[in-house]
Structure formats: C-alpha cells, structure tokens
C-alpha cells in the first residue's frame, strides 16, 4: 500500500459540489467493483482544512469497492464540514469501508450537521471503522447528531469498535453527545466518557438496532454526561 509518514495537511478546502466538496485535505477513492484504496498515515497531522463532506478526509469505499486505510499516532484538529467535521466515510450500498485508527487524537473538529469529529455512513455495505487508543475531544455536531462520532447504517451491516478510547466534552446539537449510532453492530471496550453533552443521550444515544444487530458496552466508564 502507498504509505504516508511525519505528513502535514493543513488549509485544505473542498467546498465545491459532488466530488469538489469531498475530502479538505485527502480523498481516498476506492470505489467501483473490485477496486481498492489502502493507504497508510502514520505520525501525520490533518488540521485547519474545511469541506462540505469530510473536512479533512472523505472515505469511499461504495459501488462495491473497498478502503481499508491504516491511521496510526495522527492528529486530526479545527477540521470544519457540513458532515463529518474531520472524517467522513461511506460504503455505499454494497461496499466496504472499514479503516483502522491507532493512536489517534481528534480535537476540536466541527461538523454543522453530524459527526463532529467522525461521519460513517452506510445504505448496506459494510462499515467497519475500529478505533484503538484514540482520544476525542471538544469536537461538535451543531444542529444534530454525534457531537464525535455519527454511525448510520442499514441492515445491519456495520462493524464498528471502540477500545481503550477518551470521549470529553464533545457536544451534539440534537442526539449523541460523544456517540449517535443507528442500526449497528458495535463494540465499546474499556473506554472513558466524561462531560459530553446533547439533547439526549449525553454520552450515547442508540436508535433503529436491527434484529441481527449486536451491541456491547464492556467495562466503560461514565461521568458527567
């Protein structure tokens, strides 16, 4: 895979229309039947750039194509879109999309609609995003859902972990202070949630599980959502 180290992206704007307004900073394309796009970032920083989806990154693994990009010890911060203030990542209807996050700080990244920090967004392919030590602060959804993390999805189809991760003082305008999930299959292990705020579910707020949807909370800690 194309790999990318000690990188900084930084006033990157996409605020065009269709594709034009993809990805501030980067847009991974790995759509289309059998296609793939598997870069990796390591000790990269991804700040001050603005889009209309994913302020610094747009993920698209739909039309049964594939991403499954590595980000380890990178920075994501003051990233600013409609949705998807840093990341946004779809699989389409019958893709894949399941990027890897390692290490990872997201800092006080906005989205005006969902997804402070993070926008994954299925119509039925998979989603798959995992998370590993990875710290989510001050980031804002404005007028909705996930003041962090948006998941939406159909059917079922999403894979999504979170383990050993930091949510503080992530707001969201309507639902999800740190986490709005629709429909998934996630895991949140050993992680820490403290001083989130939204409407509703200050910490998460879950809605639309399926009947062969799963979801686990396992040793997390909550405070002050």
């Known amino acids: 895979p194309v790999k990318l180290t000690n990188i900084t992206f930084t006033g990157g704007n996409a605020t065009g229309t269709g594709i034009d307004g993809q990805g501030g900073a980067v847009l991974i394309d ?46 994501f911060s003051n990233n600013v879109a409609d949705e998807g203030g840093a990341i946004f990542s779809t699989a389409g209807s019958i893709g894949n999309c399941s990027p890897v996050f390692t290490n990872c700080t997201f800092a006080s990244n906005t989205a005006q609609i969902s997804g402070g ?70 895991s949140f292990n050993n992680s820490i949630f403290v001083s989130n705020q939204a409407n509703r579910g200050g910490a998460f707020y ?14 997390n800690t909550l405070v002050d959502n």
Do not use: H, W
């Open 117 to 186: 920090a993070v926008n994954a967004n299925s119509t039925g392919g998979l989603i798959g995003s995992n998370y590993f030590d990875c710290t989510f602060t001050n980031n804002r959804a404005v007028q909705t859902n996930g003041g962090a993390l948006a998941n939406v999805g159909a059917n079922g189809n999403f894979r999504y972990s979170v383990n050993r991760c930091q949510f503080s003082n992530n707001q969201a305008g309507s639902f999800g202070g740190a986490v709005y999930a629709s429909v998934p299959n996630s």
């Open 30 to 75: 790995g759509s289309g039947q059998s296609s793939t796009a598997n870069p990796v970032f390591t000790n990269c920083i991804f700040r001050f750039n603005r889009a209309r989806t994913g302020g610094a990154l747009y993920l698209n693994g739909a039309s049964g194509g594939e991403v499954k990009s590595q980000f380890a010890n990178c920075t």
């Open 206 to 219: 879950i809605t639309n599980v399926a009947a062969n949807a799963s979801l686990l909370l396992l040793n």
